[in-house]
């Protein structure tokens, strides 16, 4: 029987890829089988645009236990043990159901690390929206909010960092990316392989509903009208069961009875069954009937897409099943033998008796189809790029231009939203949110994790290829800046629909941008994931390659945070600041401008610095350490001062416009402080290393005053700044709740 | 003066891991009998409004922009007058 | 002293616990499973944070019908020290073994960070290392801490000053804004008439060692220690 | 077949904080008629019970031991037939 075209269309299946399928098969496929190509293929599961560049990536360093290609990434952190972490996106189901679609995020980001064997030790979410003036968009933020709040803090994850923006481009499609950071000994770690033929394969967790079916595919389209209509059933989280299966998971790990392990992620069973049999090389037959169900009457073709969270598929040694369920029983849960390995390398799907789909595995995975897309430079570009940021006008009132920045959301604290995060449990977080980035002990040890996420889509926007360096650089900064060094990186691509040229080359660029920074930096991609079709009648998200990355603090005694710590310590920059006022928040809360060329970065310059800050951090010389980013060295110093509780006043020479000089975000910056008699001892170091610096002040009373003098010009300087450090804080800290009201 | 009381519950085949626990724990604490437990929520909401049809018009409204989540949740609701 | 930290189905602060109460006391420290039916040989027994049971229904309500309260509550009833933290507060209020109820903080919103408690009362086995009046930090994080009492109730635990803990600003001043989630009178925290059982909010086991940057909940455990060895109360 | 359906509010005398946000939120979407919302939980239980006294008394009983707090929560309920 020939297949109507409307099915596999409706699907997400192009004719071609139809064709394709038949060839593979040798046959027409029945309507499951299309089902579980048409998820297997889509954009979401397959890679299939954006293989060819992420195989540009830099993915192997001494440290990489495991790259690309699994669950999670896994760097090694020396005693035998290792860190596992990955950033996943949950942006369509957010923008349909905030509180639901950020809280199942959590839920999987958390699954795809203790599927290797891990225990979760902290979370960091990413997160982008429309402006909030906009009633929509705080409803999306509250809920999005409300939900990785609801359930990672029921589960006992704490969540430990992330960022918000907030952009006009992201209204109509908010971006949820949540990352996950693990912790396991390396003996323990475990893969998602079906391997040795004739292993049971079972499923464990909740019972299988009609949640999200064709979520997958549902990722892999434009939010419109009718994909609302078409969507699935929204997928609710319960994060009482993830935590049952957490425990036991990992409790049945370490009996060495696993062979191999995947949760049940975007296409559920199919997925996973498939997957892993594919990396093991061998087959999987299951038996439906066997599945453990929530609804009556559910097909074969609802079980196999079936997005129900909270799920696992595992592949025990022969004859340990029953020990096994034991485990699980012990945490009131269900685990069921489903199938088993077979040797023939087909995905065998019976329900009973009756063979309801039989595909090659590797048909649904290395067989997908790979497009080379073509790219076009977007049209916008060349006027943003070339607008002319110098010809406007200088503010007169300092002071009122630095409370705006300090006012605007992007800027301010972030204190609604993580006010709302359990950040403690644990009893790991040695710095908590608010400083450059996260630490966490690992107990036992000396050792320290620290982890941050960061990008700006605004520089991305502007110039797509520096501002996915920049973020790398940004990544790598605010680690150094907490006495870390810089590990791995996990990223989360962001964009609008791949099919057209323009966001295709923004693709490719952002991935260029990433990979040489990457590279600069030493700091090798572990995975990632891709979210496409971020667009919504035509209006694309800014490019936003968000990049999360962990590194290691040898010795918890010497880590650093942002604010000053003791009056009369002596403050300098470290970089070079320079006349670089395009892609700013300045521009965007002074003028309405989101235009210019971003600051540019310079990769050695930058190695330099970060190395310098570091060796001087862990040498004890550096007391306090904030890297320049939105709102440039004045807003950085404010957050010195907010964070320290304490003054500074600075002075500086008038080198160019003093809104730049204020206000510019110069890349490579970092605000260091040292005890007063220890300058001159810096600057020798300084001096030594070839790092450029600029002294700038000094560390006490209770405001920050910011003098520039002028040289050439007598009448020229002046005090630019002068505000108590309580104003400063008042309106950083309260802008985003005033807003929320 | 209306007095509505709203009822809202999660939509058919949407999880309800509430109404799950509590069977459980029913079930665990002799009451055998319990087939199925949904949960949902429940809203009395006062309304200085003098005319039935008026008050019914608003609830509804109320239910579709505020109270209820169209999304995964359903709602019927009763008008007393008081 | 031996000291038992129980387990239910999503409790998540029980790993701290332990942790907290080896680190401070030094003392041998055990989990107790949800399903026991002993308590047998402890001492002193913690019902940690968490969300037990996913804190559906109503936090606590569904974790303390577990098998193991009942010797838990027989226990209390014989003058053992039980002590509920957060979601172990909930509980005991569940099962009757301290009075009141704790629901929705009043903005609605989980919230976590430090707050600043005053002992009120320094002659329970909790907090008898302290001085009456003394101020500590501790955070709170939880979305169900607004404790309510009827009039009665709440008199009668003023009355016989089983208020063990308030919420107040830096300097003690017990004022409406030190208030995170609406709780009556400000309170954190309360014991039982005889004193022996206490519920509070906040988490000492948080901040009980230097590296995690304050040192204040040492007070609550060195306490429990210091009555046991009868150094102190 | 009987099944339950259970409306749980709080005490008169609780402040009920989720009731007086949603009267907020309300009043600010232009619904300026609302004079006080209370919000509870509604509850749907199933019982397989043949005699109607007997599903009373059950239902009864699990409000009274677990389904509600009476130290904050009154409850009523209804039986259908199913
Ligand atoms: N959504 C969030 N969740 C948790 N922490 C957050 C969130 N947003 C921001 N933070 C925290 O606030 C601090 C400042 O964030 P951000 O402005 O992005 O800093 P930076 O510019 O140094 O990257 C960091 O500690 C960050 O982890
Ligand atoms: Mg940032």
């Known amino acids: 029987m020939v297949m109507d075209p409307k099915v596999w269309r409706e699907m997400g299946l192009t004719d071609s890829e139809y064709e394709k399928i038949v060839e593979i098969l040798g046959r027409e496929p029945n309507y499951v089988e299309v089902g579980i190509f048409a998820v297997m293929w889509s954009e979401h599961c397959s890679y299939k645009t954006s293989r060819p560049a992420l195989k540009t990536l830099p993915t192997e360093g001494p440290a990489i236990l495991q790259g690309p290609g699994e669950n999670a990434g896994i760097v090694d952190i020396g005693d035998g043990q290792a860190v596992v972490f990955k950033i996943e996106s949950h942006n369509h189901p957010s923008a349909i159901e905030p509180y639901q679609g950020a809280a199942t995020g959590v839920g999987g980001i958390l699954r795809d690390i203790f599927t290797m064997g891990a225990r979760p030790v902290a979370v960091l979410d990413s997160l982008r929206f429309g402006e909030l003036d906009n009633p929509r968009v705080r409803y999306l933020f509250d809920g999005v909010v409300a939900g990785i709040s609801g359930y990672g803090n029921c589960i006992g994850v704490p969540t430990v960092g992330g960022e918000v923006y907030f952009a006009d481009s992201y209204e109509d499609n908010c971006l949820v990316n949540v990352m ?156 069921v033998v489903v199938g088993r390995v077979t040797g023939d390398g087909i995905l065998r799907i019976k329900e009973g008796s009756q063979v309801v789909a039989e595909i090659p595995a590797r048909a649904l995975t290395e067989q997908a189809p790979v497009y080379h897309r073509p790219t076009r430079v977007p049209a916008y570009l060349e006027e943003v790029q070339n607008y002319p940021v110098d010809s406007l006008n200088m503010p007169h009132d300092y002071n009122e231009v630095l409370l705006k920045l300090l006012a605007s959301p992007n800027i301010a604290s972030k204190e609604y939203a993580y006010k709302q995060y359990d950040y403690m449990v644990g009893l790991n977080t040695v710095v908590t949110p608010g400083s450059d980035a996260a630490v966490l002990r690992v107990k036992g040890t000396r050792k320290g994790i620290a982890m941050t996420t960061d990008c700006n889509g605004r520089y991305c926007y502007l110039d797509p290829k520096t501002g996915a360096a920049i973020a790398v650089a940004e990544a790598a900064r605010n680690l150094v800046c907490s006495g870390a060094k810089p590990l791995a990186v996990t990223n989360c691509l962001n964009f609008g629909n791949p099919e057209k040229p323009e966001v295709m080359w923004t693709f490719w ?164 402080s040292v005890d007063r008699h220890k300058g001159v001892e810096l600057v020798k170091k300084l001096v030594d290393a070839g790092v450029p610096y600029t002294q700038l002040g000094t560390v006490g009373g209770d405001s920050l005053i910011i003098n520039v003098v002028n040289p050439g010009c007598t009448g020229c300087g002046g005090n630019l700044v002068n505000l108590p450090v309580k104003k400063i804080e008042e309106t950083w800290r309260g802008a985003i709740a005033c807003l929320m009201k | 003066m209306f007095q509505a009381k709203i009822y809202v519950t999660l939509r058919k085949s949407v999880l309800d891991p509430q109404g799950s626990v509590v069977r459980k724990s029913l079930y665990a604490l002799g009451y055998h009998n319990v087939q199925e437990v949904r949960i949902g929520r429940y809203m009395v909401v006062d309304l200085e409004v003098a005319d039935r049809a008026e008050a019914e018009k608003q609830v509804r409204d109320m239910c579709d922009k505020l109270l209820v989540n169209p999304v995964i949740e359903d709602y019927t609701f009763e008008l007393v007058e008081v | 002293m031996k000291f038992g930290v129980v387990v239910f189905p999503g409790s998540n602060c029980d790993a701290d616990c332990l942790h907290a109460i080896q680190t401070v006391t030094g003392q041998p420290v055990e989990y107790i499973w949800h399903k026991s039916g002993s308590v047998d040989g402890f001492d002193c027994i913690v019902l940690p944070g968490g969300f037990s049971y996913g804190d559906y229904l109503r936090c606590g309500a569904v974790a303390r019908f577990s098998p193991v309260m009942k010797p838990v509550i027989e226990f209390a009833r014989r003058g053992g020290m039980v002590m509920g933290i957060c979601n172990g507060f909930q509980i005991l209020t569940e099962a009757g073994l301290l009075p009141g109820a704790l629901h929705r903080n009043k903005n609605l919103q989980f919230l976590c960070h430090d707050t600043y408690l005053r002992v009120e009362n320094n002659t329970t086995p909790f907090t008898c290392r302290a001085s009456e009046g003394q101020v500590i930090k501790i955070p709170i994080a939880h979305g169900e801490g607004n404790y309510y009492a009827d009039p009665e109730t709440l008199r009668q635990l003023e009355e016989n000053k089983q208020v063990i803990f308030r919420y107040c600003d830096p300097h003690g001043e017990v004022t409406p804004e030190a208030n995170p989630n609406g709780s009556l009178n400000n309170i954190a925290g309360i014991c039982n008439e005889q004193g022996n059982v206490l519920g509070m909010m906040p988490h000492p086991e948080r901040c009980a060692e230097a590296v995690l940057g304050n040192t204040d909940g040492q007070l609550i455990f060195q306490s429990l220690l210091d009555f046991w060895q009868r150094r102190c109360g």
């Open chain 1, 509 to 672: 660029q952002c991935i260029e941008g990433m990979a040489e920074a990457c590279r600069a930096l030493e700091t090798p991609v572990t995975g990632g994931n891709v979210s496409f079709y971020n667009e919504t009648r035509g209006n694309a998200v800014y490019p936003t390659p968000t990049i999360g990355m962990v590194g290691l603090v040898e010795d918890l005694d010497k880590v650093c945070t942002q604010g000053f710590k003791q009056a009369g310590d002596a403050i300098f920059l470290i970089g070079e600041n320079l006349p670089e006022l395009g892609g700013s928040e300045y521009l965007k809360i002074q003028f309405g401008l989101e235009k210019g060329k971003p600051p540019a970065l310079n990769l050695e310059l930058e190695k330099k610095v970060q190395r310098f800050v570091l060796d001087e951090i862990k040498s004890g010389l550096i007391k306090s350490a904030h890297d320049c980013s939105e709102g440039g060295l004045a807003v950085a110093l404010a957050e010195c001062c907010i964070s320290g509780g304490i003054g500074a006043d600075i002075t500086m020479v008038r080198r160019f416009r003093g809104d730049a000089l204020l206000f510019g975000e110069s890349q490579s910056c970092i605000i260091i």
């Open chain 1, 180 to 335: 996950c950071v693990g912790l396991i000994d390396q003996k323990d770690i475990k893969k998602g392989v079906a391997a040795g033929i004739g292993n049971p394969v079972m499923v464990v967790g909740a019972k299988t509903g009609r949640d999200g079916i064709h979520g997958a595919t549902f990722a892999s389209e434009e939010l419109s009208e009718e994909a609302a209509e078409r969507r699935p059933a929204v997928q609710v989280g319960d994060p009482f069961m993830e935590k049952l299966l957490l425990e036991a998971c990992l409790e049945v790990i370490k009996t060495g009875y696993v062979v191999g392990i995947q949760d049940m992620g975007a296409a559920g069973l199919t997925s996973s069954s498939c997957e892993m049999a594919s990396r093991a090389g061998t087959g999987l037959e299951m038996d439906l009937a066997l599945v453990p169900r929530r609804e009556e009457g559910m097909t074969p073709y609802e079980v196999m897409l079936s997005e129900s969270q909270e799920r696992m598929l595992l592949v025990v040694e022969k004859g340990t099943e029953e020990k096994v369920k034991e485990i699980f029983a012990k945490w009131d849960l269900d685990a």
